[in-house]
């Protein structure tokens, strides 16, 4: 449950049976699959032929929950009604000894990767867009008519062509590096699952400014009624760990499990697209 804010791993593309090239309108390459299933029922619907590349061997993504807007609902329709755990209808603020309360017009959403991700993909596949897993994204590179992509599928490098790539593969996207973005600056968010404490209900994210320990904040917010993610943003993985530890002793809190990332820091808006010969990533 990363406020908003999230990473995670997998592999999509355009797959071309060995020995012989297909040519697909496109082809999504990503390391999140997540991020990959999101994009591709519009794509497919839309009429192109998609492929999606999952660098595993299958869609089991570990358990995590994600907060995110309403608009969360309208967007993904029956997908969303399945990996919906919680809601979220106040925030409550706290620093040096002061507080606030800001009520939500609209409820957050509290989902479950778990239970998104599989939906994510069949709707893909009802949309017509294929799924290929154990393929790994080697790079890419312009040719006559589009792109050109190399990846290794269960051991086997293979190159496939199409006319568009789409790389949903994180803030350390290798997509985005062979396509010539610069890298992106990120900082390392670290949480624990947590009993939820008595006196916070379910429908209330609790947020902590310390500026002492992070230039950002600490939350606690609730996946459900018993349980919530307690998390910082911090500077220095290490240092962060440290200091989510010494909040949790604080309040008096134990961890069930702990939950990592490196998510990305806005420095300014990057384009999103780019030309690459006749080709778009």
Request: charged fraction near 25%; charge should be positive; avoid cysteine.
């Given at each position: 449950m990363y406020a908003r804010l999230g990473k995670a791993k997998s592999c999509q593309a355009l797959n071309s049976s060995p020995g012989k090239l297909r040519r697909e309108a496109r082809l999504s390459l990503s390391e999140d699959p997540q991020r990959a299933s999101l994009r591709q029922p519009q794509s497919a619907r839309g009429g192109r032929k998609v492929r999606v590349l999952e660098?595993?061997?299958?869609?089991?993504?570990?358990?995590?929950?994600?907060?995110?807007?309403?608009?969360?609902?309208h967007q993904l329709g029956a997908a969303a009604s399945e990996s919906i755990v919680n809601e979220i209808r106040r925030f409550e603020l706290f620093t040096d000894g002061r507080s606030a309360q800001?009520?939500?017009?609209?409820?957050?959403?509290?989902?479950?990767?778990?239970?998104?991700?599989?939906?994510?993909?069949?709707?893909?596949?009802?949309?017509?867009?294929?799924?290929?897993?154990?393929?790994?994204?080697?790079?890419?590179?312009?040719?006559?008519?589009?792109?050109?992509?190399?990846?290794?599928?269960?051991?086997?490098?293979?190159e496939l062509h199409a006319h568009s790539v789409v790389g949903a593969d994180g803030a350390s996207s290798r997509v985005a590096r062979s396509a010539g973005w610069p890298p992106i600056e990120t900082?390392?968010?670290?949480?624990?699952?947590?009993?939820?404490?008595?006196?916070?209900?379910?429908?209330?994210?609790?947020?902590?400014?310390?500026?002492?320990?992070?230039?950002?904040?600490?939350?606690?917010?609730?996946?459900?009624a018993e349980r919530g993610a307690l998390g910082i943003i911090g500077e220095d993985g290490r240092d962060t760990k440290k200091c989510l530890s010494k909040f949790l002793e604080?309040?008096?809190?134990?961890?069930?499990?702990?939950?990592?990332?490196?998510?990305?820091?806005?420095?300014?808006?990057?384009?999103?697209?780019?030309?690459?010969?006749?080709?778009?990533?």
């Open positions: 660098s595993r061997s299958g869609f089991e993504p570990a358990r995590r929950s994600l907060i995110v807007t309403d608009q969360f609902r800001v009520a939500l017009a609209r409820p957050d959403l509290i989902i479950e990767r778990s239970k998104l991700i599989p939906a994510l993909a069949r709707g893909a596949q009802q949309a017509g867009a294929a799924l290929s897993f154990d393929t790994r994204f080697l790079g890419l590179s312009a040719n006559g008519t589009g792109l050109r992509v190399e990846v290794d599928s269960a051991g086997e490098r293979q900082v390392p968010l670290v949480q624990a699952i947590v009993r939820l404490p008595k006196d916070q209900p379910a429908d209330t994210t609790r947020v902590w400014f310390v500026p002492d320990d992070t230039p950002y904040f600490y939350w606690l917010i609730p996946e459900s604080k309040k008096k809190l134990e961890p069930l499990e702990w939950q990592g990332a490196r998510i990305p820091v806005y420095r300014g808006w990057v384009p999103v697209r780019r030309q690459i010969g006749n080709g778009e990533v």
